[in-house]
Structures are given as C-alpha cells and as structure tokens.
C-alpha cells in the first residue's frame, strides 16, 4: 500500500514563502498538483524516479523549487514570492514506474496524498 503524507500548508502573506514535504512510503517520480477553488486540479512541479529532471508549469519558474531527500524517501516543494493566484488545495502524487521524464498531467499518476492547504493573503 503506497501512502503519501503531506504537510507544511498554511496561511502566509503575499511575498512570503512556504515549504510543502510529502512523505511517501517508497521511491517514485512525483509531482506537485493544486487545485483552487471552483478550477480543476493542476500541475505544478514534478521530479523523475531518478531526481535528475524536473519540469514546472509555466506560473510558478523562477519562484518554486522541487526537491527530494532519497533516503527519507521525502519530496519538498519550495514556494517563494507567494501571490493569492497561489492559494490552493496541494497534493502529492506518485507515478509507480521508475519514469526517466516527468509526466504532468494527473491521469499519469497512481497515487495520490490528500492534499495540504496553502492560503496566501493579499
């Protein structure tokens, strides 16, 4: 049984920064999802099975960091000059084949965590 554990949501002031961990119960090529209110859920940043790639959507370059710690079998998302646009609903996912690309959209992935919520204040 794969579990996803997130954790690091909170509610933070326009600029601020946050730092999101989903804690899996193996080693998988993952990804961040968030879904805001009345939209449907989305890609945000993901890392292949061997962490030498990432991709990110197009809104969060320059501001979000994917990482992973292997031996903690733990992935982060680093959130910088967070805006209100940001304020979502963030899941974890996992892909369960060693992937050497990232995939982005959701039906790629096999599981899922049950979200962290992220509220950023104007």
């Known amino acids: 049984q794969v579990q996803l554990v997130e954790s690091g949501g909170g509610l933070v002031q326009a600029g601020g920064s946050l730092r999101l961990s989903c804690e899996a119960s193996?080693?998988?090529?993952m990804a961040w999802f968030r879904q805001a209110p009345g939209k449907e859920r989305e890609f945000v940043a993901g890392?292949?099975?061997?962490?030498?790639?990432?991709e990110y959507a197009d809104s969060v370059k320059g501001r979000f960091a994917i990482s992973r710690d292997t031996a903690k079998n733990t992935l982060y998302l680093r959130m910088n000059s967070l805006n209100p646009e940001d304020t979502a609903i963030y899941y974890c996912?996992?892909?369960?084949?060693?992937?050497?690309?990232?995939?982005?959209?959701?039906?790629?992935?096999?599981?899922w965590g049950q979200g962290t919520q992220v509220t950023v204040s104007s």
């Open positions: 193996g080693r998988y090529a």
């Open positions: 890392i292949s099975w061997s962490g030498g790639r990432t």
């Open positions: 996912a996992a892909r369960r084949w060693a992937d050497p690309v990232v995939r982005t959209t959701q039906n790629q992935y096999d599981y």
